[in-house]
């Protein structure tokens, strides 16, 4: 056999291969040696598809761009911005809340540069990364002291380890929640070592019902707001001043897990109104956490805050060390943070830029990606997400398109550059203008566009 009747010899060798300029193109992109795997597994490809009787001779520049596009996608990072148009502003699986232009600008100076993370300028000495984002957070929130660690579930372990350890936590059975990534609220109280008593019912806790519970083993009794479900009907529970009243009449603390933990009132945009950190303190518990990167808007963080006595007992346990936050988080929280504290958090923050957003703006966007894309604008609901008032949903406009076969679409919107994150309801495939940020507005309307136009080949 020759190279016209076998199609083996008509292939190009591996070293003729890595001698053509489109192959050092790659040798400069990726290196010598993924490159020269790439090439060989796109090689290997060819004679297992010529094995199988595939009538192809493919030359040097064909192997070369398959070759190519195995190293882009091996080399794409599994973790990649997205464009999230589901609407859901707090998206837990898309990085809930992306950061302010000054939190990302934090972030880049302190990531690029050497910092003041454990360093105290005046003295010269060492500091403490524990005071940068304190002070700000006892402003904000009133509280006498605070503590920032890795996230809030790192939070709760870390109160209930230090506050309650082989003792007693009072929780009700009403607020024994789980949070969605099985997360459980009772699982990591036990992790901490504390020991749970449940009290009350499903529907409804009453003060006599912690009151009865207390014994001199009890250290803690503890509120976990319920973040991602609703009670309606014969329910009750005991209001968070009357539970600061019977801790302390028996001296004991009140920890109140916020989740959320909003310092802004959500009724002003048309939601139910989110407990606030703010109003925790006030109503007298002692230590109360939440989230960084929930209704906050800021990065992932465990943020407690409380008494200064309670928080010192959690900066001295083992554990903090464990569950500290780094210098990026630091310096995003701190950022985050300062919006709040000059009265521009609306104006600044994404979550809350979305949160506040008008409908009438929202459409106007919808109105316009239909005009460049296709399609129709169509009324619907946008939701906070995050494990906050759930059931809540903000009026919102929609791109809607008509596609033959809505999860093909939608794969091929996951497939693009960025990938494009969209919803499908009533066989249509829909796009939610209010969790697009700005500047992905017109990367939307290219990908959307030119998809739809292979749509009508
Ligand atoms: C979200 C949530 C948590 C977990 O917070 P992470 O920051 O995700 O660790 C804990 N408790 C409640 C009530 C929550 O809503």
């Not at 500091?127 to 996230?151: F, M, Y």
């Not at 990534?181 to 008593?197: D, N, T, Y």
């Not at 109105?367 to 129709?376: D, N, P």
Request: overall charge negative.
């Amino acid at each position: 056999m020759n190279a016209a009747t076998n199609p083996f010899r008509a292939l190009p060798s591996v070293d003729a291969l890595m001698n053509q300029p489109a192959a050092l193109e790659l040798v400069a992109a990726y290196g010598y040696p993924a490159a020269l795997e790439a090439v060989r597994a796109a090689l290997d490809d060819i004679r297992a598809r010529l094995r199988a009787g595939e009538p192809l001779t493919p030359d040097a520049d064909v192997i070369l761009v398959r070759a190519a596009d195995h190293l882009r996608r091996e080399f794409t990072p599994t973790l990649r911005p997205v464009i999230n148009a589901t609407g859901i502003i707090i998206h837990t699986n898309l990085g809930r809340a992306p950061l302010s232009v000054e939190a990302q600008q934090a972030v880049q100076a302190v990531a690029a540069q050497y910092n003041t993370l454990e360093f105290d300028l005046d003295s010269g000495g060492r500091g403490s990364r524990l005071v940068h984002a304190e002070r700000l957070l006892q402003d904000v929130t009133g509280a006498e002291a605070a503590l920032v660690v890795n996230n809030n579930a790192a939070a709760l372990v870390l109160a209930l380890s230090a506050l309650a350890q082989g003792r007693e936590v009072i929780i009700s059975r009403g607020q024994l929640v789980e949070i969605g990534g099985g997360f459980r609220v009772p699982e990591v109280m036990a992790q901490s070592g504390a020991l749970l008593v449940e009290v009350g019912t499903t529907n409804r806790t009453h003060a006599g019902d912690y009151e009865r519970a207390i014994t001199p083993q009890t250290a803690v009794l503890l509120r976990a707001h319920a973040s991602n479900f609703k009670q309606i009907g014969f329910v009750e529970s005991v209001p968070l001043t009357d539970m600061a009243a019977i801790a302390h009449q028996h001296g004991l603390l009140l920890i109140d897990d916020l989740g959320s933990g909003a310092l802004l009132d959500t009724a002003a945009y048309g939601l139910e109104h989110e407990p606030t950190a703010q109003e925790s303190i006030r109503a007298g518990a002692d230590l109360v956490c939440f989230s960084g990167d929930k209704l906050l808007g800021g990065p992932q963080a465990g943020i407690l805050i409380g008494r200064h006595d309670i928080i010192d007992r959690l900066k001295q346990h083992p554990l903090a060390r464990a569950l500290r936050a780094d210098k990026l988080c630091l310096a995003a929280l701190s950022a985050t943070l300062g919006h709040y504290r000059k009265g521009e958090a609306v104006q600044k923050i994404p979550v809350w830029q979305m949160i506040a957003r008008p409908l009438d703006d929202v459409r106007r966007t919808a109105e316009a990606w239909a005009a460049e894309i296709g399609g129709s604008v169509i009324e619907g609901q946008s939701a906070v997400g995050g494990g906050s008032l759930p059931g809540e949903t903000l009026r919102t406009a929609l791109l809607a398109l008509d596609v033959p076969q809505p999860d093909a679409f939608t794969a091929r919107l996951r497939a693009a550059d960025p990938p494009v994150i969209a919803r499908i309801a009533g066989g249509r495939v829909l796009f939610d203008p209010r969790t697009v940020l700005p500047e992905q507005d017109q990367q939307l309307v290219r990908i959307v566009g030119d998809l739809m136009q292979t749509e009508e080949r």
